[in-house]
């Protein structure tokens, strides 16, 4: 099976994670636009990395994805989650070496310019046909509808 992820971003890193976690046998390629992946991570909750808030729906699998690979996490008096460390480049660290320990196939530097209803995907660097793919990237999202 070969699923292609489009964005690098934190919902493309987390859908990765997350299929590799359920489908280990599977062949996942993550495309990414920009020079490295999470690069909008670093800029969450002023630098921080707002994970969930206690109060929001879904905040405990929120926790429990995280904590499956590794990150700690803190809660402020207001019921917002942090990662431990404070810091929003652990968790994009921990999210691509995830992907990395996961075997996932990064390529970066990548612009997606077309994807037709067979899931044949184009891009600056390859075609590749995909049996499944997930678009997690807004600029692809409002170019195309899939």
Not at 1 to 11: D, H, R, T, W, Y
Not at 33 to 52: F, P, W
Not at 65 to 71: K, R, T, V
Request: charged share 25%.
């Amino acid at each position: 099976m070969n699923i292609v992820i489009i964005g690098a971003g934190a919902s493309g890193l987390a859908c990765v994670v997350r299929l590799k976690q359920n489908i280990p046998s599977a062949s996942v390629t993550l495309l990414e636009q920009e020079d490295e992946v999470g690069k909008k991570l670093l800029a969450t909750g002023n630098g921080r990395c707002n994970l969930s808030n206690v109060k929001a729906q879904h905040n405990e699998e929120v926790i429990d994805f995280f904590s499956s690979i590794g990150l700690v996490t803190r809660t402020d008096d207001e019921g917002r989650v942090y990662p431990y460390s404070n810091q929003a480049v652990t968790v994009r660290g921990i999210l691509k070496d995830s992907c990395e320990n996961l075997g996932v196939n990064i390529i970066t530097d990548c612009t997606v310019t077309d994807i037709d209803k067979e899931l044949n995907i184009k891009s600056t660097k390859k075609q590749i046909k995909a049996d499944y793919a997930v678009v997690a990237s807004e600029d692809l999202a409002q170019r195309k509808r899939v």
